[in-house]
């Protein structure tokens, strides 16, 4: 097959493993307060379906990137389609809220194998003059798979919540085959390496402990001794991580890689920006079911404005930065879904459906304007050899970002009412002080958004920092990687 075919072949692959991978988390989402009634499950175990599959994604895709630099990137992310599908099985035959979670971790080892390769397949397929474009394309489809997700998600309710996770069979036995037959190694394999487990081991502590004291400070506080114990235990073990990666001779993430400035603020960017919509949807779940008392159909359709605004800017941001760059896209972009946040702050229990409608659809214009460029920007700059690790640390800031915007949500809102009054609300069901936690809700509600409002502002800072468009065609970009 010629290269001029294999790279769209590949966008499709990678682009069906995105929609796999989107579509099931989205679908789920909308889902939640059926399946915690249904299974019986606390609040904790159900945010934890989320939380723990987010904390996985964080910690295991860099090792991941890093093993597919070294012997390859298909077999690992069709291996990771097969465990997602099968793993999707088990979820809809669980019989509680625990099974469920053990579940969901399973898909996500699953997930890690296909998204730590994904962006570093197209890059390895496509030249550096096309990356924005077929990245916007990704990101499209990807956002397909947000619009599609609640409102397919509301409807399976009506079937049965473990439908959700069934029709995610017939969909990975497809894209599974489809990615082994077509699929192909774009890079000689650099098996003389040797893999740096002490790094790996290290680095995974390290990132447990850090995410798990941010989880956990959310729901016992901040000052609790085992939140205090955690957060020593992730900084004893990343100075020691940083301290290997700098001496040895392979590592598993070139530290090298965040002396390029270029790279730094857009790593940097990535992550405030989880940190500023990670918790978002999940709060609007919340506020469409519990506060408005819309049921899961149409609270799924409301969702939508946010990854349907998202879907038409990002092929278009992706052309529009291989030909400009990603500095001002970015940055611009993260200022405007600042002002859709900006209208969230502002909500109440009378706010209309139409107002939250535009504010969704100004966060997703601002969104899929940040994406696709803030991801050819770093794509751009890594040598072939290290595009797996650059992409899997894309992807981890993004996952730690939304861990953190979620415990940072939760710790708000556990702090304003209740548990057992905030579990009532989320499922909708009446309580003795309804009037009183709803009022508490929102009040936490309105914090988060502003701090989300923050960070969002933030990122936008640190985007533009990165300085101007690199030169492709020259060697300075990668004589900064290496130097």
């Keep these: 097959m010629k290269k001029e075919n294999y790279k769209w072949v590949a966008l499709s692959c990678t682009t069906l493993g995105a929609l796999f991978s989107v579509l099931s988390g989205s679908t789920l989402m909308i889902a939640l307060p059926v399946i915690m009634k249904d299974l019986n499950a606390s609040m904790s175990i159900v945010v934890w379906t989320i939380m723990g599959y987010m904390l996985s994604l964080t910690i295991l895709v860099p090792s991941i990137g890093r093993i597919a630099d070294m012997i ?52 390895d397929a496509f030249p550096k003059r096309q990356l924005g474009k077929a990245l916007g394309i990704n990101t499209m489809v990807i956002s397909t798979g947000a619009v599609i997700g609640p409102i397919l998600g509301g409807f399976l309710i009506n079937v049965g919540w473990r439908s959700i996770f069934y029709i995610n069979i017939p969909i990975g036995i497809i894209g599974t085959l489809w990615a082994a037959i077509q699929l192909k190694e774009m890079k000689p394999s650099t098996e003389k390496q040797k893999f740096d487990w002490l790094g790996t ?7 447990l402990a850090l995410l798990m004291a ?19 235990i ?7 991580f940083v301290k290997i990666e700098s001496i040895i001779d392979y590592p598993m993430l ?22 500023a919509r990670g918790a978002v949807t999940f709060l609007l779940v919340f506020y469409f079911q519990g506060i408005k008392g819309i049921d899961p159909t149409v609270a799924g359709m409301l969702l939508s404005p946010f990854a349907i605004s998202m879907m038409v800017v990002s092929p278009i941001s992706g052309l529009l930065a291989d030909k400009y760059g990603a ?5 611009v972009g993260l200022l405007i879904s600042a002002v859709g946040l900006f209208g969230m702050m502002r909500i109440s229990q009378s706010t209309s459906l139409t107002e939250l409608v535009i504010y969704m659809l100004i966060m997703g214009f601002g969104s899929g304007m940040f994406f696709s460029p803030n991801t050819t920007s770093i794509m751009s700059v890594v040598p072939a050899n290290e595009r797996g690790i650059a992409a899997s640390l894309r992807l981890m800031m993004n996952n730690a970002g939304t861990v953190i915007s979620i415990a940072i949500s939760m710790a708000i809102l556990s702090s304003s009412i209740s548990q057992d009054s905030m579990q009532a609300l989320f499922i909708g069901t009446q309580v003795g002080t309804k009037g009183i936690a709803v ?37 300075v970009v990668m004589d900064e990687v290496e130097n």
């Design 72 to 123: 390859g990137r298909k077999k690992l992310y069709v291996s990771g389609f097969a465990v997602f599908t099968i793993a999707s099985i088990f979820c809809a035959m669980s019989k509680n809220g625990v099974e469920l979670l053990i579940f969901r971790m399973i898909q996500s080892v699953g997930a890690s194998l296909m998204m730590a390769n994904s962006t570093a397949i197209v890059a």
């Design 201 to 207: 081991i290290t680095f995974s502590i390290g990132m």
């Design 214 to 232: 941010l989880s956990l400070g959310g729901f016992v506080g901040w000052l609790n001794l085992l939140v205090i114990a955690a957060f020593i």
């Design 234 to 240: 992730a900084a004893i073990f990343m100075i020691i």
């Design 254 to 275: 070139d530290l090298r890689l965040l002396k390029n400035r270029v790279l730094a603020f857009a790593y940097a960017s990535n992550l405030l920006n989880g940190v």
């Design 327 to 331: 500095r001002v896209l970015s940055s």
């Design 439 to 475: 009022g508490q809700f929102l009040s936490g509600l309105r914090v988060a958004f502003t701090i989300s409002f923050v960070f969002s502002i933030a990122g936008s800072i640190m985007s533009y920092l990165r300085g101007p468009k690199p030169e492709w065609d020259t060697t």
